[in-house]
């Protein structure tokens, strides 16, 4: 009984023990991570969607995004939740391996899009959206960017686990780390449909 | 440390994976000195590093409004200058809000509540010393633009578009962007993890409404804190991107609507004040009954009641800005909205006062302040009553009758009740009891002082001085002896009473720290779980985790009803149940090791934020070390092994084999 | 804890404490003629807030009472007087539902005056007269668009005193030029802030003739505490008279006046910023002040009429001397108007503060004027600058001055 007790107190984060919620502490803290940062998209969003008809000098949105580029960077990303998917459940079945190949996967695909946004923002530039020029032009490189960060950080932390597993230094419950990127590589994927939406579909 | 082994019993050590931490440093081993403080990782350290550098704040924000009561003492003050002025008054709000009100409430909260919930840490205690590190870092990246071409001078709502690169050109406001971003990391880091050691590692048999009210109380200002930063936060990052990279988010020349940084400044802001009101409630929900020998009245209103105050929090935001120019339909659903959040904070009041109905009182000094708070804040909270109503606020907005009011919620409310902690847990943190009779100085003065300073505030507002004006002048103060100047010049002289006060309880802290006598381990005959335990608690808090079987377990521990008379018969002295449970003490306690990363990832993150004002090669070796930190803490186990440290010379007693952290 | 005594007296400490300073606020504590006191109303939109207050105010002031009371009751009656540790009860529900449907209730009356006044307070279907107020980094400018209904054929621009006729309501569309400024006359009406880039209606009437004294309370930097206005209300006839001297045509001084001499130095000086209706240079050709090249808000107060307004530089000096000023501030609602629009004559300028502000203006008043730290406005400055100005060019501005009502 004490032992139990001990252990639930002490390293639950670390090993995964019973918890008063039946959530690891590591999964409950990702959640409470993850509800905070909806938050951050949002006043990001909110802001931009308050700001991104107003262009008093350079182009308008509608004039220089280029959809059918944006649209396979999207689905590039959106993939990637999928191969994440398949790490996850590899990850599980205590696989290292296939998770190793399937994590590496998702980052070339999350480097893939962060590429594909790097190429669109020194487009608009040439074009002449600086950070700069308008309420639009802050407003969107603000918010694709802080999107960008997010989907590198995920591809550092993807590369990170990879490298982490392969010399069997991982802390803690290696198909829980595993999880607990994914989970967040999710967000950052359903955040983007949201941003997608919100900035290249719906026009202004 | 490491790992506390019971003599006798197996010490086999559940096996943990890794071997080495990253490259080749070893772990801090440090048991005395500024090293054990400065790698540690237990929570009850922690909270005392939070609460100094939450009192070093106090003063140096009370110097601030001393300063500021001097200026304003007579009619054209000279003592400062406008600009002075201007910063003075910005920073002596961000630090009391930011510095000393959310690290102090912190500090109680990181000591206290896993002792309530009968834990041995937080949920995760290296985590718990990066928030630490980061609010000194935050903290001292603010206060630097003192010395580095002057402070912030926009106010501690710093509206747009008056905080931008051109209406603010000194670096103050820069400073203040940076050390905000970080100290709001800190918090929210340390808002999830309080979150999930509440709700994931409370002793068997603790249901949500088995918790003390001080605990309730932070977990919901913690999931204010988690939905309410990232807000502020975006508001920060486009104020920074404005000021320090050409973004046009508040240009108006560009289009901007200066109201955008309302709206994200007051949807965190408002959140805020209950953020730091909440705790002192919490704390004296913990006080009152201890001192009235009673449970509290209506615990579950209480309970609820908090969580919808937090809750309705979130949507009267633009009570701030009745005078901004809203349209009057919301303003009229705010107004209402404002109102409606009176209720349950009236509920608070009616069941502290009915808790004490009934009891036996005993006027400690912590009991005083919990008193104090509870009728000062009913004076703040009519006068916050005549605010929400919107035509009146107008009025009354950015006049001195909101610095009296706030004052009076935060002051007489917040700072009241943290005293009344300091009193009460005091014997628990440091094994020896303040002075009581300094305690009642301390208490006096504070009441007096407060009152003379932030009353007269009432007519000085009323009467139509506005806030944050260097100078007033003797033209617009009326006549009549009891004209604007005579209350000023009160109130100036009431805010040296109160730092008397204050200096009351620094003097009892040292006469305290000197004296040689031992606290009794149950000197208020207190009712919660962190009395369950020596004082000041070992470093696994407890001997055996308890199991709870009731609300206010200690107490019914030591006493039960006589079921004919209906009073309570002590049944149990609470020394003896502290020494029973060492008797009876677990075997295999782990506690979590001490570590460089927090600090060291602490240290990068300042210089990260300071490149923001100092160029490129500052940022990239800030991020170098924070990302070499970042590995450094991935690749190191919480709880190290046993090869890392010395090994054990066991002697006997429950021994411990490494050092504590 | 033989160290603890119980604190006796706290009940009676806390009540006298309570009843002190509620005594104090209602009884002699309280400033007369304050200018700026909200509560001594002088037109309708300030008295349906105090109307409000009356309600409001004692409420609260009960409940305080009550709640006091109750509290100092039980301070006494459940101190520690060494009887047994009580039932351990947790509380009644009946009490606590009681102790929330009180208070709401009365939040309900409350709110519902609350919304009334709020919806009248933003009513404009009864404007009489309309008035743009921009607030810029540290004075107002009134800018009167022609109306004719109210005598105003031509636009009038103003700064510092607000002139409106009594009894009229008067619709204020505010907005700033730079920062965030918010208007309040608290005897006329509640605040309202000016916001760049927007426009916020805020209505005024002021029952009789008088001064209302007011102050920026949106803090807009460094001198913020320097940003005043003062309300004027004339009765209607005077207002006419008012509009009519604001409309007259120029008249240069007399050729060898020194008044003449000053009118050349302020060409030189003043006029890059400050615009003189009518003013014309030695070629007979329209001087049009060019405040935007100088002056990051891109205004300056307009001073065709200075000397008919008894404040200047944000209404914080006065331009008339401390007899004259208690003469107008003091004077009787009837014959207000007519001391009011007397101006500013030679034997009440307040000679000291004019040439003081004349000699170093930001020596008077901060503001951002050093040449060195104008690099994020491109050298334009956030204020008025220190001109060095020689005593003599004084003297004629001066006396150029006193010509301008």
Not at chain 2, 425 to 432: C, L
Request: with cysteine; hydrophobic share 50%; aromatic share 12%.
């Amino acid at each position: 009984m004490a032992e139990t007790a001990t252990h639930t107190a002490d390293h639950a984060s670390e090993h995964g023990h019973e918890t008063s919620t039946g959530l690891t502490n590591n999964k409950l803290a990702m959640w409470l991570f993850l509800g905070s940062e909806c938050l951050l998209f949002g006043g990001l969003i909110s802001t931009y969607m308050l700001y991104r008809g107003r262009v008093s000098d350079g182009p308008h949105p509608m004039a220089i995004f280029d959809i059918p580029f944006t649209s396979v960077s999207s689905f590039v990303l959106l993939m990637s939740s999928l191969t994440m998917v398949l790490a996850v459940s590899s990850a599980q079945r205590g696989d290292d391996s296939r998770t190793n190949l399937w994590l590496t996967i998702t980052a070339v695909l999350g480097a893939t899009f962060v590429g594909g946004q790097v190429y669109e923002f020194t487009a608009f530039i040439r074009e002449g959206l600086g950070f700069s020029t308008s309420l639009f032009g802050s407003s969107f490189y603000t918010l694709t960017g802080f999107h960008g960060i997010h989907v590198s950080v995920g591809v550092l932390m993807l590369l990170s686990t990879v490298g982490i597993i392969r010399k069997n230094k991982i802390t803690g419950n290696k198909a829980e780390v595993v999880e607990l990127v994914g989970l967040y590589w999710h967000f950052v994927d359903v955040v983007w449909i949201i941003i997608f939406t919100l900035v290249y579909l719906i026009p202004s | 440390m490491a790992i506390i082994e019971r003599p006798g019993t197996s010490t086999t050590p559940v096996v943990v994976t890794p071997q080495q931490t990253l490259g080749a440093v070893k772990r801090p081993v440090a048991t005395k000195g500024w090293r054990e403080w400065l790698f540690t990782v237990d929570h009850k350290k922690i909270g005392i590093m939070y609460g100094v550098v939450a009192m070093v704040f106090f003063i140096i924000g009370g110097v601030e409004a001393l300063l500021i009561r001097l200026q304003l003492a007579m009619p054209d003050g000279q003592i400062l200058s406008a600009d002075k002025y201007n910063q003075m008054f910005t920073m002596h709000a961000t630090t009391m809000v930011f510095l000393f009100a959310m690290p102090m409430a912190g500090a109680f909260a990181n000591y206290f509540l896993p002792l309530q919930i009968g834990a041995r840490d937080v949920a995760f205690p290296r985590i718990n010393a990066l928030s630490l590190w980061l609010l000194i870092i935050g903290g001292l990246v603010l206060n630097a633009s003192w010395f580095l071409g002057g402070a912030a001078d926009g106010g501690w709502f710093m509206y747009a578009p008056n905080s931008g690169p051109i209406f603010s050109p000194s670096h103050g406001v820069d400073f203040w962007v940076i050390g905000l971003q970080i100290a709001g990391v800190a918090s929210l880091l340390g808002s999830i993890n309080l979150i999930v050691t509440v709700l994931n590692m409370r002793a068997p048999g603790m249901s949500l409404m088995k918790m003390p009210v001080f605990t309730w109380m932070i977990l919901v200002v913690q999931f204010l804190l988690v939905f309410s930063l990232p807000v502020i936060t975006v508001a920060l990052v486009l104020l920074m991107l404005q000021r320090s990279y050409g973004a046009t988010f508040f240009d108006v020349s560009q289009g901007a609507d200066p109201l955008l940084w309302q709206h994200l400044f007051w949807i965190f802001g408002h959140p805020e004040v209950y953020v730091l009101i909440l705790p002192a409630f919490g704390i004296i929900s913990e006080v009152l009954p201890t001192f009235a020998r009673k449970p509290l009245f209506g615990y579950p209103f209480v309970v609820f009641s908090g969580a919808s105050i937090g809750l309705v929090g979130f949507g009267v935001w633009a009570h701030h800005m009745f005078a901004s120019g809203l349209g009057p339909v919301s303003v009229a659903v705010f107004s209402v909205a404002t109102m409606a959040i009176a209720i349950p904070t009236g509920v608070k009041i009616f069941n502290w006062l009915l808790t004490m109905w009934g009891g036996k009182i005993w006027y400690t000094t912590a009991m005083n302040f919990a008193i104090g708070l509870v009728v000062l804040f009913t004076i703040g909270g009519l006068s916050g009553v005549t605010h929400s109503v919107a035509p009146s606020d107008t009025q009354q907005t950015d006049t001195y009758y909101i610095v009296a009011h706030f004052h009076y919620v935060l002051f007489g409310g917040m700072v009241f009740g943290l005293f009344s902690g300091f009193y009460y847990w005091w014997p628990k943190v440091f094994g020896k009891m303040l002075n009581e009779k300094l305690g009642a100085w301390n208490f006096w003065f504070m009441v007096i002082g407060m009152n003379m300073t932030f009353g007269p505030m009432h007519i000085l507002g009323l009467q139509g001085q506005p806030r944050r004006m260097y100078v007033w002048t003797e033209a617009r103060a009326g006549e009549g002896f009891f004209n604007l100047g005579f209350w000023n010049l009160v109130a100036s002289i009431g805010s040296f009473i109160l730092a008397v006060g204050v200096l009351f309880f620094l003097i009892n802290v040292v006469i305290t720290a000197r004296s040689k006598q031992q606290a009794p381990l149950d000197p208020w005959d207190a009712r919660t779980l962190e009395w369950l335990t020596t004082s000041p608690p070992k470093a696994h808090n407890f001997d055996r985790i308890p199991v709870v079987h009731h609300l206010d377990e200690f107490f019914h521990r030591k006493y039960e009803e006589d079921t004919a008379t209906h009073t309570m018969k002590k049944v149990a002295e609470g020394e003896d149940l502290v020494r029973a449970e060492g008797d009876a003490a677990d075997a295999h306690i782990h506690l979590p090791s001490p570590s460089y990363w927090p600090i060291l990832l602490s240290i990068g993150v300042g210089l990260l934020g300071l490149g923001v004002v100092y160029g490129i090669p500052m940022m990239v070796i800030g991020f170098a070390i924070t990302l070499f930190s970042a590995y450094g803490w991935v690749l190191e186990p919480s709880v190290a092994e046993e090869i890392d440290f010395e090994p054990s010379d066991n002697d006997g007693n429950t021994k411990e084999i490494a050092p504590l952290g | 804890m033989d160290t603890v005594s119980p604190v006796k007296s706290l009940t009676r400490r806390i009540s006298t404490t309570v009843a002190g300073v509620a005594g104090a606020v209602v009884l002699a504590g309280c400033a007369q003629n304050a200018p700026q006191d909200t509560w001594k109303p002088k037109g309708d939109n300030a008295q349906m807030i105090y109307s409000l207050d009356k309600l409001v105010f004692p409420i609260a002031g009960i409940v305080g009472v009550l709640v006091s009371a109750l509290a100092g009751y039980i301070f006494v009656k459940f101190r520690d007087k060494g009887q047994a540790i009580p039932a351990q009860s947790h509380g009644k529900p009946i009490v606590e539902i009681v102790l929330t449907i009180v208070p709401a209730l009365i939040l309900t009356v409350v709110g519902v005056f609350t919304f009334r006044t709020i919806m009248d307070l933003a009513e404009t279907q009864d404007t009489e007269m309309i008035i743009n107020v921009t607030g810029q980094q540290w004075w107002w400018e009134y800018d009167y668009p022609a109306q004719a209904d109210q005598g105003i054929t031509q636009p009038i621009i103003t700064s510092g005193q607000l002139v409106i006729p009594e009894d009229t309501n008067v619709l204020l569309r505010e907005t700033s030029r730079d920062v965030i400024h918010s208007f309040w006359i608290p005897a006329l009406n509640g605040k309202k802030d000016a916001v760049p880039g927007r426009i916020h209606l805020l209505r005024m009437q002021a029952d009789q003739p008088g001064i209302y004294a007011g102050q920026c309370t949106e803090f807009c930097g460094l001198s913020h505490a320097n940003m005043r206005m003062e309300a004027i209300a004339l009765s209607k006839e005077d207002f006419a008279k008012w509009v009519a001297n604001q409309q007259k045509p120029y008249t240069a001084p007399a050729e060898g006046t020194l008044a003449k001499e000053g009118e050349g130095v302020f060409i030189n000086q003043c006029a890059r910023c400050h615009q003189v209706n009518g003013i014309k240079d030695a070629n007979g050709k329209a001087i049009i002040s060019a405040p935007d090249e100088n002056v990051y808000s891109g205004a300056a107060p307009n001073l065709t009429t200075l000397m008919t307004r008894n404040t200047f530089a944000g209404a914080m000096f006065d331009m008339v001397n401390q007899k004259c000023r208690a003469d107008v501030w003091d004077a009787k609602s009837e014959d207000f108007g007519a001391k009011y629009l007397a101006g500013v004559t030679e034997d009440c300028l307040n000679e000291k503060n004019l040439r003081a502000w004349l000699r170093n203006a930001p020596a008077m008043k901060p503001m951002y004027a050093d040449p060195a730290k104008l690099e994020k406005t491109n050298g334009l400055y956030r204020g008025m600058p220190n001109l060095g100005l020689t005593e003599d060019d004084i003297d004629k501005l001066v006396a150029y001055l006193l010509t301008l009502k």
